[in-house]
């Protein structure tokens, strides 16, 4: 996993390595922007296969996840022929060409490498939705009447990614392998900096783990995850910076806090000398 | 995998469920094939192994970490990580507890059933309680709580769609599927709306002696229930059994008391649980229909014989979509659901829950829901 830019520890990777092996889902938790979604991105790159997305959200239904027909085209088709029975018109409108397939679909009909079906935020989508999942994530077959049922081939391997925005159901949890990522230690964070901001200076990669570090542990209503890290580095980097200070912090506070209550929290630390790690401003 | 292994895994499972996690069998099993897949004899692969595998939310981590610890002796390999407590889930408790004061309500009924748990009565009545010991605050929690169940398990739109005369959607598929009659030309236009999915609840609660000290809520309980929710049947039973379905449907908590204790007899007798269930089974027959949930609300004391007990609850298991069994002695620590009326009960369960304090009654949602 390494090689394809993820830092991982051997948590992640026996989770990932058991989830596979074991052939069953994998179910992430952990607060926002900790790499949770990048484990089945990484996870389709090493295993060659395609990633299948579906990000849920709330009334988020079958015709969106599973498969819809194509409406108009099938008009259009009635339109030309207009010959043939009307069973046997109908027997090909409502046929595989005429199917939109929805991502739960698409996994389960793809041909080739099995690939890796990324269920994303599965906490925003309702109850209703939840046992839907489990049913086509227990044998991954899909009854469409006009059709019939439809088996998958392969097995695709499934991540699913819950930022407990409510608890999910226990028959779901029994279903999956559990992985809980935990916000990264510095030593583990300074890697992911140094690895997806090539061009960062060492002090300024390590001033600016050592700082997020400090924010983490201050009381915010959004506290910045490893994406806001990545996000500020990268902006650093763009504005040439080599190191941090404090004006160059309050410029670029934006890259990092997405709440305007904790911009006024850290301005007021920041004011106050109170935040380590950092240089004084040059002259 | 050598057999060793196999056996201290299981035993280690059921410390697990000891503790509070939540497994079954297949978790058991997808332990000894993750062990099968891994080198067991790296420490730290053995624990991150059974970790994926046993733990299922974050909050069970830590009881995971320190068992395993004690279980599978010996220190732990240099190079572990700490025990993975979520950051967050402190403030997350701080906050919460300071935007309500319903967590402290909680705790302090918690505190006042703790009191004593009182054993079988045989036939000592003990006259009619006084329900009006509750304050206010309390009975507005209860009432809070019920209200939420109530709201949850109201007819809410399921997955499904069915065809209405006038629905919320076109749909297009019916749609075009009758526009085939008419050569592709679209002459009607067919709606649908999604089905209604209605949960009906039918609550059995024992009020004999043994169960004294929790009636008092768990009437509270009901009454709210029963009034925030139109599609419940409440009954009662000691020694007999009575339906206060009608007298729990009145504006004013008190009167409902009232009528209640008029209407019942045998409060705080002794319990047959069995004769009042098969009562209901033959009294009202048409009550149970798949989309039930019932709940019996019961420490397990039975007097009777135990056998008609677990023919009652088969018979209600086979008739109503889930059968829920709420103990409040199941709260306490170290009680064993060893009572022969328990024995009897448990084959028939769908749910076994804990019913002592809001916080399992707070639970109770989830398994309402059909």
């Known amino acids: 996993m390494e090689r394809q830019g993820y830092v991982t520890d051997r948590a992640v990777a026996t989770a990932v390595f058991l989830a596979t092996s074991l052939g069953k889902p994998l179910l992430v938790e952990g607060h926002p ?42 008009l259009l088709h009635i339109r030309m022929e207009e010959q043939g029975s009307v069973a046997a018109r109908e ?8 199917l939109l397939k929805r991502p739960l679909l698409q996994a389960i009909t793809h041909r ?22 489990l049913e086509v994530l227990s044998d991954f077959q899909v009854t469409i009447p006009e059709i019939g049922t439809v088996r998958a081939a392969a097995r695709p391997a499934v991540v699913l990614t819950s930022n407990r925005a409510r608890d999910l159901s226990d028959a779901l949890r029994r279903r999956c392998l559990y992985l809980w990522i935990d916000y990264p230690s510095l030593e583990k964070e300074l ?69 305007e209550a904790d911009l006024r929290t850290v301005t007021a630390r920041l004011e106050a000398g109170e935040l380590p790690a950092l240089s004084a401003p040059l002259g | 995998m050598s057999a060793d292994l196999l056996e201290h895994t299981g035993r280690f499972c059921r410390r697990l469920r000891a503790e509070g996690l939540r497994l079954g069998p297949g978790d058991t099993l997808d332990a000894a094939r993750a062990l099968d897949a891994v080198d067991v004899l790296d420490r730290e692969e053995l624990r991150l192994s059974l970790r994926s595998t046993l733990v299922k939310r974050a909050e069970d981590l830590p009881v995971f970490d ?98 209405a005369r006038r629905g919320e959607q076109v749909s297009l598929r019916r749609t075009l599927r009758d526009a085939m009659k008419t050569g592709g030309e679209l002459a009607t236009l067919s709606y649908r709306e999604r089905k209604l999915r209605r949960t009906r609840l039918v609550i059995l609660a024992d009020v004999s002696g043994s169960m004294d000290l929790y009636a008092r809520l768990l009437l509270q309980f009901l009454y709210a229930l029963q009034n925030a929710f139109a599609r419940v049947e409440t009954f009662v039973f000691a020694t007999r059994l009575s339906r206060v379905t009608d007298e729990l449907r009145v504006p004013e908590y008190r009167t409902a008391l009232a009528e209640l204790s008029a209407r019942v007899q045998d409060w705080s007798g002794g319990t047959r649980i069995g004769e009042s269930l098969a009562t209901f089974l033959a009294d009202w027959p048409r009550l149970l229909d798949r989309r039930t949930v019932t709940v019996v609300l019961s420490d397990g004391w039975e007097t009777g014989d135990p056998e008609v007990l677990g023919e009652a609850l088969a018979t209600i298991h086979r008739r109503s979509g889930r059968l829920v069994w709420l103990n409040p002695l199941l709260g306490s620590a170290g009680y064993e659901p060893l009572t022969r009326g328990m024995q009897a009960a448990l084959p028939h369960l769908d749910v076994f829950a804990p019913a002592n304090d809001l916080a399992s009654l707070e639970q109770l949602a989830r398994h309402l829901m059909l």
């Open chain 2, 66 to 163: 320190a068992l395993f610890d004690s279980f599978w002796g010996g220190s732990v390999a240099a190079g572990r990580n700490p025990p993975v407590i979520p950051p967050g889930e402190e403030e997350e408790k701080e906050s919460r507890a300071a935007a309500s004061t319903r967590h402290r309500r909680e705790r302090s009924m918690e505190g006042l059933e703790e009191l004593r748990v009182p054993g079988p009565s045989s036939h000592e009545a003990l006259g009619r309680q006084d329900f009006a010991t509750f304050g206010e605050e309390e009975l507005r929690a209860v009432t809070a709580l019920a209200r939420r169940i109530a709201r949850r398990l109201s007819a809410r739109p399921g997955r499904r769609w069915k065809q």
């Open chain 1, 33 to 74: 922007g900790v790499g949770k979604t990048e484990i089945a991105k990484v996870l389709a790159t090493v295993q060659e296969g395609d990633l299948i997305r579906l990000q849920c959200y709330e009334g988020l239904d079958a015709t969106t996840a599973l498969y819809e027909w194509n409406y108009p085209k099938q």
């Open chain 1, 191 to 259: 890697r992911i900096v140094r690895m997806r901001v090539p061009g960062i200076e060492e002090r300024l990669a390590r001033e600016l783990t050592a700082f997020m570090h400090s924010l983490r542990r201050m009381k915010l209503v959004k506290v910045p995850g490893v994406a806001e890290s990545l996000d500020w580095a990268q902006a650093l980097v763009t504005l040439h910076a080599t190191h941090l200070d404090e004006s160059l912090v309050r410029e670029t506070l934006g890259c990092f806090l997405k709440d």
């Open chain 1, 91 to 98: 027997a090909a409108i409502f046929s595989e060409p005429f």
């Open chain 1, 112 to 133: 080739g490498r099995p690939p890796v079906l990324l269920i994303d935020e599965v906490d925003r989508a309702d109850e209703e939705f939840e046992a839907f999942l």
